[in-house]
């Protein structure tokens, strides 16, 4: 069993930078795809970022590129999501995301097993 615990979240203005961590439980991480997903009120959950599991591929949404950077640190087992410029429209619950096997990152919810319970970020204008 994998557990994911997100921090980091908070309130901001708009134009500040958070920093996003997620600490997975057990010893599956280094063979984990990870991914960072979003869900604002009234709306369904979206992508945001998934990293491979050698943090050498990345992908990201079109409405975060280029102001989102994901990375992680296999050795201390965490996984990142800086977040720069933010927008109110970043206001979400932040969820990380775990899927175990695959090499190359997932951009779809279905194909991550295992979920942190979500950090709140709250971007004010």
């Known amino acids: 069993q994998v557990q994911l615990v997100e921090s980091g979240g908070g309130l901001v203005q708009a134009g500040d930078s958070l920093r996003l961590s997620c600490a997975p439980s057990?010893?599956?991480?280094?063979?984990?795809?990870m991914g960072w997903f979003r869900q604002a009120p009234g709306k369904e959950r979206e992508f945001v970022a998934t990293?491979?599991?050698?943090?050498?591929?990345?992908y990201y949404s079109d409405s975060v590129k280029g102001r989102f950077t994901i990375s992680r640190d296999n050795a201390k087992k965490t996984v990142y999501l800086q977040m720069s410029s933010l927008k109110p429209e970043d206001t979400a619950v932040y969820y990380c995301a775990a899927a175990i096997g695959p090499i190359t990152p997932r951009t779809h919810d279905y194909e991550y097993e295992y979920w942190g319970p979500g950090t709140q970020v709250t971007v004010s204008s």
């Open positions: 990293i491979s599991r050698r943090g050498d591929t990345t």
């Open positions: 057990g010893r599956t991480f280094s063979t984990s795809v």
